[in-house]
């Protein structure tokens, strides 16, 4: 018995070694921000603690299936041991105590550092998830984007993050950072960028949707970027539309009651390519969700917020190429759409 | 099999059609009940001023589509026309009305319809769930085909998400009643020393709702499927293909099936235990049936209470989830209130097997046994205060991160209670490396790893990271098939012999458990890196940088299905074979009551009440048996084991 136990501590003793050696390896990809590296650590203190714990388990499972086995039936009884001593409580108090102890650390310690929302963040960003693309706002500058999301390294990040119709989930891998895009509620996430790069040299730079959201799901992420202050600055100028609200051609649009069903009262309208389009929705849906978006194929160009009616929205969209293109409240997208034929 | 019984009768042979009698008209009734339905539900929508049925409408929100009323109304009445047709008018309601009652065949036809014996009931539900866990299995196969390679176009994305879809609720559904609803049914009632369960008909109406889940789930397919996962969340399952409602009627279905097989469990494992049966005497498979059977009766209802508050969304118009005032965070919580308990439905009776045959197949008493049941009860107790570890990231509020955290690595306390038994009872054992000893062993390292990795994602910050990718893909698998699955197979390896009289080729059977288990573990070990390394959950296609991963994956994951083949072939050629070796009544020399008795046992279990009067897994102290038969004229020795 003595033999058997001092053979299994010192397989325990080498396996763990081992373990901690293999441990060493980089598991993780490179990661870009601080909150990633904060994670990182604690999945490497959870690999350092998990192993002692695995090798102890195959030492004394690998061992007694070895030394204990028996060809063929076996002619006699094992040793009567029914763990009615005190082992079974000596074991019962140190794995409480282990469990416990990664309770504490690295769970109840780190868990603050990882969700603390930062209430004055350097940009903030919001993220509308919809069935299947993401959309991004910075209302500090107007600028948005659905092509991608550029961040500047360094500076602290808030996101404010929604979803118009089925839950979505926000995960950046390279970030490590993860959150849902609810429908009717507003999520929050904050880090900071660390490191420049962009999705080309490392596909963890992308947003990807991280919940089931139905067919495309696999296909919803946009590249993430990176990138220093100036260059953030410079990319911010260039995608904030600079259109003067209600300015350009006006075109009038109405919702009568039960549009959810029968659509808006006009199902087409006409715009020339060479000024602004600007749509006077007059929502007299009373009590009924609404808003008014131009869509190219499956490119939101322009949407306002949703609002219940009776209300007025206006949307104003930059000149048009000549074209075909999708008017629509998106919250009714099947039933409440029309066409916007551009010439 | 039946040539050779009816040879000796001189009863002319059944027809092989009069045995499936009782299903075809099951099924007759079941679609004429249909019909009633759907009529009752066009009047319904005719008298308040709709069209009666409009095949073309589109499903635009805040619209109603008539064709989900119309089969919501018909799945409602044909349920229970189902049951009356497969046999519960002849066998019950006859009854109930005074009339003279039908009764069931003693031959095979005996499977086919309702009958009360739990041991038939046992090979119902154990025929059925294999049959669903290799469909399932080839629905795996075919997502892994389309993962080879990014990109693919082998599956179309709405066809992968299907089918993706019907992997997981099918595979839950087996988790939940494979063990449970076959050896609990088998076995439970002959290893307290009972003649059959506490309510044979409610056991048998618990069976016949199963087959309703099953075609149901199928004809989902006519409605356009469902794709949105076994967790159905809404608003997604309330805005996708009419085959949704489907899929909860389904699942509503076989979560009462579930309650009743629960509560007669319950009562089963505390009325009807031989005397002498002493809760210290129940063998470390009833306890972990009766202990998840709580799980099942009181938490099974809040799913039910989820799906179908998301199908009165569709067909009546509430907005318990969409549209304004819609709160979608509240199917989370009721969700995973019930479906975090449902993995210790799945795991524990799985937990009870594999100790089950490490202590019989050691030769040595159970180690630590009191302290395996206090395992037990705890997981039970604690399994209600740990669900919204599944919504870490999901916008519930912050504050309920920690606790949760908390309660959740709690619950590994009494996880490593169980290692504690496991790990005690090979200790100085005599090991008997039989199949089922192997799948025993291999459940142990299996649910190590799926039990390590958990810490990892019970962590509120690494789970941030590692939520909904292949790491939990890899870990759930690891607990499921790893844990619950290989004990399965130890289960059916170990008492294919004493259900069949039959003995499973051992030779087959450990090639079974090498590819099984050197298959699962190439397939499911390189998940976790792919998740680590940005390889999220349910997708069909993933970023490029990961192809070679997912090849590995795939091809580890064909040669893993090739290993159910060699258990088939075996299962088969035991049956069939005139060569295959008929079984002793104990062939593994084990102490617990089932063995006492004939391979398979007589209708009646025991000749005669046995009397329980020594520990299940008194190996080694040469002291008293289980139990005897108190028949006149023999003595105790003669009788026992």
Redesign the interface.
Known sequence: ?RR?IAIVGLIWVVLTFAGLIAAQVV???AVFSDK?Q??DG??KT?LIM?VP??TF??A??GY??IA???R???D?????????GP??LA??VV??VM?LG??VY???T??P???HLDPKPDVVVNIQGQQWQWSVKYPQTGAKSNAELVLPVNEKVGFQITSI???H?V?I??F?????A????T?YMSFTPTAMGDSKTD??L?L?C??????????MFMPVRVVSAADFQAWQTANTPHIEPGSGQQLALTASAGA??NGFDEKALTANSTDNITINFANNDPGT?HNIAIKNGDTVVGATDFK?GPGTQVLTVAPLPPGTYTFLCQ?????MLGTLTVK | MTAAAAGLRPAPRPSVISGFVPILRGLLFAVIGFGIGAVIAMGIRLATGAQAWNPNE??????IPSTEQIVTLGFIFAVPAWLMGVGFWGTTVRQWLGYKTNSVPTDWRRYLTTSEDHKVIGLQYLSTFVVVLLVAGVGAMLMRIQLSQPANQFLS??VY?RIMSFHGIAMVSVAVAAVMGSFGNYFVPIMIGARDMAYPRLNALSFWLVPVVIVSLFLSELLGGW???W?A????SV??AAGQIMFNLAIIVFGLSSIFGGINFIVTVIKMRAPGMTWGRVPIFVWSVFAAAFLATFFTQFFAASLTMVLLDRVVGTNFF?G?G????LYEHTFWFYSHPAVYIFVLPGFGMALEVLAHM????L?????AVAAFIGIVGMSGIVWAHHMF???MP?AL??PF??TT??I??PT??I??????T????????TTPMLFA?GF??NF??GG?TG??L?????D??L???YFVVAHFHYTIIGGEIFALFAAFYFWFPKMTGRMLSERLGKLNFWMMFIFFNTTFLPMF?AG???M??????????LANVNLFISISALLLGSSFLVFVINVLYSLFSKRAPRASANPW?ARTLEWLVSSPPPVENFPSTPIVVGSPY????GGRPHAVFSIAGASDEEVSA
């Open positions: 018995m058997h598991f993780q990809p990633g904060t994670i604690t999945f959870l998990s714990v695995f388990v195959i004394a499972l007694s299936v204990f086995r028996h063929g039936q076996p006699e009884d094992g040793a009567p041991i029914t763990g009615r082992l079974p074991w019962f794995t409480s469990a990664v309770m690295p769970g109840l780190e868990l550092n990882v969700v119709d089925v839950i989930s995960w891998p390279a490590r950072m993860r959150i849902d609810v429908p009717g509620l999520t596909s963890g992308r990807q991280s919940q089931l959201c139905g067919t495309s799901h696999a296909a959810a069903k969700v219940p919250a009714h997208p099947t039933t | 589109t499903s635009a929100v805040g619209t994305p709405d998400n794709d949105s996962g967790t969340y809404p608003p997604l805005r996708n969409i304004q819609g709160a979608p965070l050691s030769r040595k008493p180690f630590a046994y009191r302290w990231v999901s916008g912050s991160l920690g955290l908390v690595e709690l590994s306390i490593g209670l290692f504690l038994s496991a790990l005690g090979v200790w100085m054992g005599r090991l008997w490396l062993l142990t390292f190590l790893i390590v810490i990892f019970a962590d509120v910050p690494t941030i990271s939520h909904d990718t890196w680590l390394h940005g999220n959950r349910r997708i069909a296609t993933y970023q490029s940088d020399k008194g190996y080694g102290t």
